[in-house]
């Protein structure tokens, strides 16, 4: 129930905050031009630095407690749930051969791979990808807008936090008709997306002189990696 509450209480925060910027009421006046709401976007994420302080000790807890085996079945059992996802994406972007790749990824690891703690799928040598809705969105053309920073969610550009919303509506966990499941499995999930996260906490205190910076030009870096499959960026004139 605490789960459900929090997660209907970040929902209401993230649209109040998109209308606000939607209405001119965050910043404008910034000067970078691929972070024209840098001063909305600085709140939020003081927010978000707010909220971690809670997060960050129960994952932190997590990662201390539960054995290896553990983790990795947890981490496979979600991946396994975003192949599926993944699949969808990758037809629609035209990507055939990666569709039948990841389908089968997550026909092999939901049966054989029991539920999707094993990730058999990787050993017979069908390589993990993730796609989601808002690079299937570039691939059609939309451009990816302002970048924007939410609570939880973290750093987004305009079309990725439509992504968001679509990619989050198809998630299977939203689908669990078990309340009581359903949320504990949306609160082991974020629980084990932030221990995932916290190798990385020590890099960004040490190299980054501006957090909000580093995170936002290394977000919008790999986001666009990401969409280019990883081919180098054409040349600019």
């Known amino acids: 129930m605490i789960a459900y509450q929090a997660k209907r209480a970040c929902s209401a925060a993230i649209v109040a905050a998109f209308v606000a910027v939607l209405t001119g009421c965050a910043s ?20 978000n630095e707010g909220i971690d302080v809670v997060l960050k000790p129960v ?42 790749s990841d389908a089968g990824r997550f026909l092999i690891n939901t049966t054989v791979g029991i539920g999707g703690v094993f990730d058999v799928a990787s050993e017979m040598g069908l390589e993990k990808k993730s796609e989601d809705f808002g690079q ?30 679509v990619d989050s ?19 082991l999930r974020i629980v084990d997306m932030r221990a995932s996260l ?14 909000y910076n580093y995170i936002r030009d290394a977000y919008l870096q790999n986001r666009r990696s990401e969409i280019r499959d990883g081919r180098p960026a054409p040349r600019e004139d």
């Open 28 to 47: 404008t006046t910034a000067q970078n031009p691929k972070d024209p709401y840098e001063g909305f976007n600085r709140t939020m994420f003081k927010v």
């Open 59 to 100: 994952a932190q807890g997590y990662d201390a407690a539960a054995p290896l085996p553990v983790k990795a079945g947890v981490g496979n059992f979600f991946g396994n749930l975003n192949d599926a996802w993944t699949s969808i994406n990758d037809f629609l972007q035209g990507k055939g051969s990666d569709g039948l």
């Open 136 to 165: 299937t969105m570039a691939v059609w053309g939309v451009g990816e807008g302002a970048y924007l920073y939410w609570p939880i969610i973290g750093p987004r550009t305009t079309r990725d936090t439509f992504g968001w919303a």
């Open 169 to 187: 509506y198809a998630y299977p966990v939203r689908w669990v008709n078990d309340v009581p499941v359903r949320n504990s499995l949306a609160g």
């Open 198 to 211: 916290l190798p990385t906490d020590k890099v960004i205190e040490e190299a980054a002189f501006d957090k």
